[in-house]
């Protein structure tokens, strides 16, 4: 039966999604009334944004405070020569909007602190966090943990490639990571390099996680966490388990408010 919630040219727009029976109209229009905020517009956040616009997520927030730069242009697939200069959340939209009218885009030029956090996490059904940096990682758990906000998690490093799922009342990113690095000892993309393609598969990985998670079909990510080696393209996953102690969504968590950590160094919980 048709679903009349559905227009002629979604109808076919979305026509591979409809017929299958996994997702059918339901699901599609699921992903139409649904809202995904996207941390970060870069390597991982580009396949990200692209294939929650092509499947139809109804409205996409996109959060960076970065302009383009050439060297982005190896792995960032939303942003061309032309960009160079540009506001990521800029080009990124017009990417989007591009792709998919569809999509209604939230442009968030800033870089997400403990100031700015809540608010917009609790303006989206679900995060997805793309970020390359430990502070905004630790931020975003922790504010996605207290208001009850399902995240997808991914990390890129040279090679390799990790994601994972955090669901309310599962485990959290403080369960598997306490505590960040100490800062300077974790070198960068800048630094150490990274291979072109790798936010691709990973960032992909992450956007399939979003999509499921409203149609809703298969299991997540929520207890395991996948590796990805692009060298020798193995993957391997990793059991997550909720930590009783963790200070965020443990027994007896201590952090209630983000005012009771402090967002710099190791991302320590007062």
Not at 93 to 114: I, K, Q, S, Y
Not at 186 to 211: H, N, R, S, Y
Not at 227 to 237: F, R
Request: charged share 20%.
């Amino acid at each position: 039966m048709t679903d009349l919630s559905l227009s002629p040219t979604q109808l076919d727009r979305y026509s591979r999604h409809v017929i299958m029976d996994e997702v059918g109209p339901d699901g599609q229009a699921n992903l139409l009334d649904a809202s995904v905020c996207c941390v970060g517009a870069g390597g991982l956040g580009s396949p990200v944004l692209a294939y929650l616009a092509a499947a139809g997520v109804g409205r996409v927030g996109i959060v960076d405070d970065d302009t383009v730069e050439r060297s982005n242009l190896q792995r960032q697939v939303v942003h061309g020569d032309a960009d160079v200069g540009r506001p990521k959340v800029d080009s990124a939209a017009e990417f989007v909007t591009g792709l998919n009218p569809d999509v209604t885009v939230d442009r968030h030029e800033l870089r997400l602190d403990a100031d700015t956090v809540t608010d917009l996490v609790a303006d989206y059904d679900l995060v997805v966090d793309g970020s390359d940096n430990f502070p905004t990682r630790y931020v975003v758990n922790d504010a996605c943990v207290i208001d009850g906000t399902p995240f997808v998690h991914g990390a890129i490093y040279r090679f390799e490639g990790q994601a994972t799922t955090y669901l309310p009342g599962g485990p959290c990113y403080r369960c598997v990571f306490p505590e960040a690095p100490e800062p300077g000892t974790v070198p960068d993309c800048a630094t150490t390099g990274v291979l072109g393609v790798l936010p691709g598969v990973v960032g992909g990985i992450m956007a399939t996680e979003a999509v499921k998670h409203f149609v809703p079909v298969g299991d997540p990510l929520d207890d395991r966490m996948l590796v990805y080696d692009a060298a020798d393209m193995t993957t391997d996953e990793v059991p997550v388990a909720k930590n009783p102690d963790c200070p965020v969504c443990g027994d007896q968590p201590t952090v209630r408010s983000l005012d009771d950590v402090s967002y710099s160094g190791t991302c320590a919980v007062e």
